[in-house]
C-alpha cells in the first residue's frame, strides 16, 4: 500500500497538472471559435453521410464524395470565413457527443433541436422544414392511411433521431426498431423484416426514387419539430448569432432553396 507522503505527493503533482491544463484551456477560451476556426484555417463539419438529400456518399470526377444540401450550407459558411471545409462521416447518434468532445465545429445533419440535445449542444436558428410521411412497399398502400394504422406494424427509425419518440407512441415502442444508417432501415423494409420505415420526407423521396418497389406517404404524422438546425459546442453565443446571420441571409438570397434543389437532382428525386 502506499504511504501517506506518498500519497500527498501524488495528489499535489495530480493538481499542479490539472493547473497547467486549465491554464491552458484558458488561454484557447480566450480566443473566440470563430477566430479559433480562421486561426485553424478549416471548418470542421460532423456529419451521417446516408440521408440523402441532406448528405450522402456520391461519385464526383471518380472519387467518392459527401454531397447534398447540409454540405452546400457548411461549404458556404467555409468560404466566407475563408477557410476549408472538412467533412468527417460517422453515425448520427453519436454526432452529439463528438461535437461535444469538441471533435467538430458545427454539426449539419438534418438535426432538429430537441430538449435533450440542447442539454449538450447549443443550435442556430432552423434553415429548412422537413414534412413527415413514411415510406412503405408499395404492395401495402392500402394498408396506411393515418397515423393509428401504424399500431403494432414494425417500424423502422434511425437513432436518435426525433422520429423515434413519435414512432414509440404511435406504434407501441415494442414494434419500434432503430438502426444506425438510413440504408440499413430500407434493406429491412425491401426484405419484409420491416413494415414501414419512419424518416425525413426528402430523404424518402430519395430512397423511394432509387427503389422502384417503395412509395412515400402523408398519413397526417405530426411533429413539433420548428425544423434543421446547426449545432455548435455550448457557450459559443457569438458563433450561434454569426449562424444565425449567414442562414437569414441564404434564406433571404434563395440560396437555401437552390442547394435543396440541386441536391435533390443529385438523389435522383425529380
Do not use: W
Not at 172 to 197: H, P, R, T, W
Not at 213 to 242: H, P, R, T
Request: charge should be negative.
Amino acid at each position: 500500500r502506499r504511504t501517506m507522503k506518498r500519497l500527498a505527493a501524488l495528489v499535489l503533482a495530480a493538481l499542479m497538472i490539472l493547473g497547467m491544463t486549465a491554464c491552458g484551456q484558458k488561454k484557447d477560451e480566450s480566443k473566440s471559435k470563430l477566430d479559433q476556426i480562421k486561426e485553424a484555417g478549416v471548418l470542421v463539419m460532423g456529419t451521417s453521410a446516408d440521408y440523402p438529400p441532406n448528405e450522402f456518399h456520391t461519385e464526383v470526377d471518380g472519387k467518392d464524395t459527401i454531397v447534398g444540401f447540409d454540405v452546400s450550407i457548411a461549404q458556404y459558411i467555409a468560404d466566407d470565413l475563408g477557410v476549408e471545409l472538412k467533412v468527417v462521416d460517422m453515425s448520427f447518434d453519436n454526432l452529439c457527443i463528438n461535437l461535444a468532445k469538441g471533435d467538430f465545429d458545427i454539426v449539419i445533419a438534418g438535426m432538429a433541436s430537441t430538449e435533450e440535445r440542447q442539454k449538450s449542444v447549443d443550435f442556430s436558428d432552423p434553415y429548412f422544414k422537413q414534412q413527415q410521411a413514411i415510406l412503405i412497399r408499395k404492395d401495402d398502400d392500402s394498408l396506411y392511411n393515418k397515423p393509428e394504422d401504424l399500431a403494432s406494424h414494425k417500424v423502422g427509425v434511425q437513432n436518435g433521431a426525433i422520429q423515434v419518440p413519435i414512432a414509440n407512441e404511435l406504434a407501441g415502442e415494442e414494434n419500434v426498431f432503430g438502426l444506425v444508417k438510413a440504408q440499413d432501415l430500407i434493406m429491412e423494409l425491401k426484405s419484409g423484416k420491416l413494415d414501414v420505415v419512419y424518416i425525413d420526407y426528402t430523404p424518402s423521396l430519395a430512397f423511394a426514387a432509387a427503389n422502384d418497389d417503395l412509395m412515400v406517404k402523408d398519413i397526417g404524422i405530426k411533429s413539433d419539430s420548428e425544423g434543421q438546425c446547426i449545432g455548435v459546442q455550448k457557450g459559443n453565443e457569438d458563433f450561434v448569432a454569426y449562424l444565425n446571420e449567414k442562414i437569414a441571409k441564404m434564406q433571404e438570397q434563395g440560396l437555401i432553396d437552390q442547394y435543396v434543389a440541386d441536391a435533390q437532382t443529385l438523389a435522383g428525386i425529380e
